[in-house]
Structure formats: structure tokens, C-alpha cells
């Protein structure tokens, strides 16, 4: 009931019963779900997805989550352990520093030139996406909805080379960006097919850096628009939704975020779901957008009158689920995930 009910939404027909909920849960809150070290689920595809299921054993009320980050043994070059955490680098160049209990971030990129070998070859990421996929059962894929994810083309890049190397490169060298960013697309495709192949509910194309904080309207449209319509278009004809994500600002943008041809839009706190609904939701579905830092930090009772409110601005007419903006802090607290289902289950009842 609960894979159907989302998928309903995702393909904008009449509501029926209860809005969805499907808060982005992924690596971090799912470990502190399972009482283990947030870098341990990180490198290892098996405890990622035994994480997974705790965070649905605990939290009932809500129809699905993400599998959207991790890394294997196979794509780490070398790692340094040390008192604060571990030293990772992977093997496109990327040095992590990754603290104990954290993912933790890219502190350097040895990869400067677009031209490199290093950009052209399968992200560091599928690997274990895939198998922590593959690692749930199949009574869970078939009643939830697992949305497993992929980094769009221009953010692998991003990872790869850093994102100021990027920013300069799109006003200094952009024909050389242009030509690394086509060149993960046919390595991207494999990606959702593979995905799709292990049954994966809806694949989720995260494009984190194509924030309008970061780049304009018309550099997205170059950079990164013509390949998630790519992607969004191969799944498509797998029979399989596409949910777009994109950090932070977006609202400058909507109408070219719907003309990729995703299903569904899953949008960051800052954009105005309501003036969302009205600009694009007759030609996709919207997922979101509960702030991230509201959720760590209010009460139960604010986030329940929040979701609420969200609610009322975004389901009618349904093609809304109902979710955080991004993915859920490793500290937030489990009653605020609850809050969120309580207030779908209200909302029907009201």
C-alpha cells in the first residue's frame, strides 16, 4: 500500500486516502536508527541496508526513503585512520576526511583538467548504492518505496574536480565543463538502468550543485538541464519515475526543471511549494519540503502544525508527497519523523 500510494502521487492522479510520506532518510539518521557508527554504514552496503529497515521498523507511519550515498572498498585508493576519524582517498582523486560518527566531506581533488582519464568512468558512488539495493529484501521493495539514487552528470563532475574549479570553469573554460559533463552520461545511463534492474521503486537524479545560489537559470539550462531530460527520459521508457533533486534555491528555475520531463520535482526548503504547485504541478509531481534544520531542532508539535500547513498548500488535488527538504540530519529526533506521518494521517481524517 505504501509503494502505491507514492507512486499515485508520482504520476499526478487522484488522491486516494492519506498524502504519502517519505522523508529523505538515507545513511546518517538510518545508522543513528540502528545504534551504529554513521561512517560504518557508509563503507559497508549490508549494514546500510540492515539501517534501512530499522529506520522503517521505527517509524511505521511513513511510506518509503532514499539509498543515496556510500562508497566500497573497491573505490577507495587508500585510507588513513586517526583519532578524529578516517582519511579516505577514492580512487577519482578525491580525498575525504571522514569523522567517526559522520559521512563527512571532500577536502581535496587532485583532478584539475577536464581532460583527465579520472572523469570518464562510472561514479564512486554506484557501486555501493547498488549493493545496498540489492541487499534489501524483496517483500520491503515491493511494499515501500525505495528510491535509490544517482548523481546527475554536472554534480559528478563537481565531485570530482571541486566546486570551485567547476564555478571558475563555467565562465573560463566552458566548452572543456560542457564536454566532461556529456562524457558521464552514458555511465549515468547504465547507472538507472542498473537500479532499475534491482527495483529500485523510483531512481532519484541528484543534482546538489545546480543550486541557483550557485549557478543562473541559463547555466543550468547549459550545464545540467539537456541531461537529467537524458536520464529522465531513459527512465521513462524503463517504466521507472524520476524524481529530481536540487539543493537550496530553485525557484528561478521551475519551469526549466519541469522541462526536463521528471516525474517529480523533490525541492529544498527554500522554494515556495505552494507557488510551486501553481507554476509546474500540472506537469510534474513535487516532494518536500520540510527544512532540515527545523526538524533537528523544533518540537514535535511545531513540526506536526508545520507539515500541516505544508499539507494544505500543496496536496490538494494531490501529486504531493510529503518529505524533508533534505536528507534527515543523523541527530534529529525520531518523534519529529512521527510528527510528520501524524499530520498525513490528520490531514485525511480532517
Known amino acids: 500500500m505504501s509503494r502505491e500510494r507514492v507512486e499515485r502521487a508520482m504520476r499526478r492522479l487522484p488522491p486516494s486516502g492519506r498524502p504519502p510520506v517519505v522523508p529523505l532518510i538515507d545513511t546518517s539518521y538510518a545508522a543513528r536508527c540502528l545504534g551504529v557508527p554513521v561512517s560504518e554504514c557508509f563503507l559497508n552496503p549490508c549494514l546500510h541496508a540492515r539501517a534501512l529497515a530499522r529506520a522503517l521498523e521505527r517509524h511505521p507511519g511513513i511510506d518509503g526513503l532514499s539509498i543515496n550515498i556510500g562508497l566500497t572498498p573497491g573505490m577507495i585508493r587508500e585510507q588513513e585512520r586517526t583519532v578524529e576519524g578516517r582519511r579516505i582517498r577514492t580512487v577519482d582523486g578525491v580525498e575525504w576526511f571522514q569523522p567517526w560518527d ?4 571532500p577536502s581535496r581533488h587532485e583532478v584539475t583538467s577536464f581532460s583527465d582519464a579520472r572523469l570518464r568512468g562510472p561514479s564512486i558512488f554506484r557501486e555501493h548504492i547498488a549493493a545496498t539495493l540489492r541487499a534489501i529484501p524483496e517483500e520491503t521493495l515491493r511494499g515501500y518505496h525505495i528510491s535509490a539514487g544517482l548523481t546527475g552528470p554536472y554534480s559528478q563532475v563537481v565531485f570530482t574536480v571541486g566546486l570551485e574549479r567547476a564555478l571558475d570553469a563555467i565562465t573560463g573554460e566552458p566548452e572543456a565543463l560542457l564536454a566532461a559533463v556529456r562524457a558521464r552520461v552514458p555511465y549515468t545511463l547504465e547507472w538507472a538502468e542498473e537500479l532499475t534492474g534491482l527495483g529500485a521503486a523510483s531512481v532519484w537524479i541528484g543534482e546538489g550543485f545546480a543550486s541557483n545560489s550557485l549557478i543562473s537559470p541559463r547555466q543550468y539550462e547549459t550545464f545540467v538541464m539537456p541531461f537529467q531530460r537524458m536520464v529522465a527520459g531513459r527512465l521513462r521508457e524503463l517504466g521507472v519515475p524520476s524524481v529530481v533533486h536540487i539543493c537550496g ?3 528561478k528555475m521551475l519551469e526549466r ?14 522554494v515556495d511549494m505552494a507557488g510551486a504547485q501553481r507554476r509546474i504541478g500540472d506537469r510534474m509531481a513535487l516532494k518536500g519540503n520540510l527544512h532540515t ?6 518540537s514535535a508539535e511545531e513540526i506536526y502544525r508545520e507539515s500541516l500547513a505544508l499539507l494544505r498548500a500543496a496536496w490538494p488535488g494531490g501529486g504531493f508527497i510529503l518529505s524533508s527538504g533534505c536528507a534527515l540530519g543523523r541527530d534529529t529526533p525520531p518523534a519529529n519523523v512521527d510528527a510528520m506521518a501524524r499530520a498525513a494521517r490528520d490531514f485525511e481524517a480532517g
Open 293 to 298: 534544520t527545523r526538524l533537528l531542532e523544533a
Open 249 to 251: 534555491k530553485a525557484e
Open 102 to 105: 559522520d559521512i563527512g566531506t
Open 257 to 270: 526543471i519541469a522541462a526536463t520531463g521528471a516525474d517529480c520535482f523533490e525541492a529544498d526548503w527554500p
